[in-house]
């Protein structure tokens, strides 16, 4: 909880049905109904057309207690029939002294008199609002400004000069401008139309704000510049008035007085602050979505302030101190209100809702209430204020400490925490929660970030809970390119069930590794334990990226070949869910994929039997194969998976040698090929940014310099450079795309040979996920320090040498060893019975314990600390000597033996305090040395058995041609 905050007085919600129906001029805050009390009331103009008037109930309030929190009184409430765009309050009727207000309407401008008639009976008061006059528009209107435009009082005599500093704006009158969307200013002396004039060089309106003691209007252009006009100059540059009306402006060219740039589109309205005693000292504050800025009446910029929020909306003031204060709201989710004083931060507080305005208002006749408004018509009208804690510390007393009763908590801490053993995210078989995903249906989508027309197939999440679980969140995740529309989604606290729909759908064109999906679900019990369940093997139809085809194609440069132990069956029946025509032959079966790649799925047609059939799947890629291969195989096993004899799939043909291998190693030199493109166009980049960098930093020494120098076709040279950057960026783009592609097909011929290792070694599914990690079926993720093909090796040389090998970097990998290496693997894992990784005894496990040392042997080391020179170090270390001081001599037995020496003997505590030191860092480095001795021979022994083996060389005229099995 925060100390800082903003402590609500009364509120009123104005009930609108639309969002958006309010803005920062829809607000005012004026005594409206010329109160003697001098109570202040919120008048609030919606786009729908109502007008309210709001007061404070404080103020009518009085034997209810003034600090509690109420609702605002609603004394008014008008429906004018047109959009209210502006609200101000001033006085608009001549000979009067009291306020009016004017009502802005997209086509008028109304000046209403609000009055209060006070009651009869005990009901209370009665408001009521009359039209005064009105004022038709020609043009669509935007926002107004008022003030005493062009009315000054002569100083009086001896006062000085009758300069501008020493005229004052005359009072109980105030006249209109009209700002329209087309850029023309209208100028109404109150019941009276007087002029309009252009603005020059006008696109779109902005804020625009009177400045009464030098008789001037700054308002802020389109190309965000602070602009002041005079009123003068914009009165008398009309050339006719008999021709001036309000559908026309003539005149000359209008020049403003200063122009300053600000950099970014304002915020709001421009606010005016005017020194109390110096009426010439302005302040302009002006606040955009980053900047914060306060200008003099002179355009001079006093200070600027970096907001490091967004900001929408702020009002500004003058304090007693006459000190700019500025109070911006932010525009995140977690909305704040921030006071400044000049560009000093003194309060900050969170918001309740988002604003749409905000005003300065008194609070029970005293200043410094704050005026919130929402986009939907919400008021808040708070003061700032804090939230301290009523919890007071008692005093600290001083106590003896009780080790005894400390060890005994802790010992049975430890106990309860052994006994309940690491408490994680466990997946657990007593969970009362259940995930599935149903697939409800299908519908053609367009893909706008690749132009690609596609089907997404329509999926419901079905949350099943019979027990209150909090924080689900559900996360899913596909094989690239298939997308999920919403692949994490939070839902918060379930009981009962709960459903929601995403869509899968391709991506780009590329060829998908696999058609599974994964569904995760993580949730907190009531006892706030993590549990999460997992949904694996959720398959994906084949329709979302392939087609039937009427023409069976059997050109494909790949074929598979493999028998099944069932007879055959009819095809077009089996693939029901794709429209084949009424002729297609039940035994030839052609797909198209998203990329326009053509699969063919062939039965054969003689080398059948009762009890087993032979299949072939044909195509230009890996990846297709495979997609289709394993598609194939499930719905076989759905089909004959309840039947009593085990469903069996060989490869014959293929008992020495693996299918596709050749193949597989041409998807691997493409890979490799892209990956050095992709470098090489890196490496063009980043040259091209370097020359870039430096034609610019030429160009900006000469635009520095004071001599004006030719540029010498350095700007030729800088549109060139911008030109062939674009080009690399382009072509890095191209690049990219079609390295996912590439990674996609590699990915998905990876699965497909690891599918054939599995088939054709028999292993279990334990032994194949070791290849599988060493093979990296996933390329992505990888950076490009370490990528895929140097994962590979290193992952291939473990498993052959059982030692962890450096990998070469790939600027020197050798595509030839690698694929050595994948060959050798391969082969192992299909003839050899024994695992890849063979698993070491516990006893071959280094032992680091540090030995236990009793208190006899600790003394007997001390007491022949100095004769210990004799113990032989482990040869693989570097032997340690002592160095012999000028007092000792090394005997031939290893002793050292005193001498006699000049230099003064020590005293024996002394002496006693060395061999203490010495003995206690003996049997530390005793310990360290045997720690150090152990890791070392592991270290030792990896190094001497690294030794490179031949592997056989790769056949690529090897070729599996069936011959006469009835595919053709």
Known sequence: MSLFTLRDVWSFHSNELSSINFSVNSLCVANIDNDPSGAEKVILGSYSGLLRIISDPHNDDVSEEKNSHQKGNLLAEFHLGSPILHVAVGYFVGGSTQLHLAVLHPQKLGVYGFTKLPGQVEHGCQYKVTLLYEHQLKRHAFNMCIGPFGQTVPPKSGSGSGDVKNMKPMKNRDFMCVQSLDGTLSFFEQEVFSFSRYLPQFLFPGPIVFMPYINSFVTITSSWELQCFRYSTLAMSKDDTARQTEDTSVGKRLTPDWVCSIGEEPLGDIQLLVHPDIHEDFRIVIVTFRLLFCYSGTGELLWCKRLEFAATCFTSFLNSSHECITIVASGSEQGALYIYNGTSLKWAAKLPFM?????????????????????????????????????????????????????????????????????????????????????????????????????????????????????????IHTSTPIKCSQPSVYIGDIVGRHNYSVEFYPDNEAIPSDLQCEVNL????????????????????????????????????????????????????????????????????????????????????????????????????????????????????????????????????????????????????????????????????????????????????????????????????????????????????????????????????????????????????????????????????FSDESGWEESVYAGLSYIKTQQIVSSPSFEHMDPIKLKKLIKSTLDKFKKSAQSLVPTKPKDSLPNLTEPNLAGNEILERMVSARSRTDRRRNPVLAAIHEPLNDDTEETENGEDKPISSPVKEMSGRQNDHIIETIVENEMKCGYQLKNLHMTSEAVDELITSNESTKTPTINNNTQVEPSDDGFW
């Open 522 to 781: 993580f949730y907190l019990s009531d006892l706030e334990t993590p549990h999460f369940i997992q949904k694996q093997g959720i398959k994906i139809p084949l329709f979302i990226i392939s087609k039937a085809s009427n023409e069976v194609d059997k050109q494909g440069e790949c074929k598979l070949t493999f028998a099944v132990n069932k007879p055959v069956l009819d095809l077009v029946t089996l693939y029901n869910d794709f429209f084949w025509d009424s002729e297609a032959n039940p035994s030839n079966l052609t797909f198209i994929l998203q990329g326009g790649e053509k699969v063919t799925i062939m039965a054969s047609t003689k080398a059948n039997t009762a009890v087993a059939s032979r299949y072939r799947i044909q195509s230009d890629s890996l990846a297709s194969i495979h997609l289709v291969l394993r598609d194939f195989l499930d719905r076989l096993q759905r089909k004959y998976g309840r039947e009593k004899s085990a469903f069996e799939v060989s490869l014959p043909g293929h008992e020495n040698e693996i299918p596709l291998l050749n193949e597989y190693f041409s998807e691997i030199d493409t890979h490799i090929l892209w990956r050095r493109r992709e470098l090489q166009i890196k490496e063009d980049v980043s040259g091209r940014a370097a020359q870039l960098r430096a034609i610019q930093r030429r160009l900006l020494i000469r635009f520095r310099d004071k001599n004006t120098l030719p540029l010498t076709q350095l700007e030729t040279l800088l549109d060139g450079s911008l030109e062939q950057m674009l080009d690399s960026l382009n072509f890095m783009e191209q690049n990219e795309l079609e390295m996912e592609k590439c990674e996609c097909r590699l990915s998905g011929a990876t699965r497909l040979i690891l599918e054939l290792c599995l088939l054709q070694s028999g292993r279990s599914l334990d032994e194949l996920s070791i290849l599988s990690n060493a093979l990296c079926p996933y390329l992505w993720g």
């Open 355 to 475: 604003l749409a305005g905000i005003s300065r208002i008194r609070v029970q006749n005293v200043p410094g209430g704050i005026l919130l408004l929402s986009g939907e018509g919400q008021i808040n009208v708070s003061i700032l204020g804090t939230e301290p804690s009523l919890f007071i510390a008692p005093p600290i007393q001083a106590r003896e400490l009780d080790y005894e009763a400390a060890e005994k908590e802790l010992q049975m801490l430890r106990k309860i925490i052994s006994e309940a053993g690491e408490q994680s995210i466990v997946s657990s078989k007593e969970c009362m929660v259940d995930i599935k995903v149903e697939f409800e249906g299908q519908k053609t989508i367009w893909v706008e970030s690749t132009g690609l027309e596609a089907i997404a197939l329509i999926a419901t999440i079905k949350i099943v809970c019979r027990v209150r679980v909090n924080d689900v969140r559900v996360t």
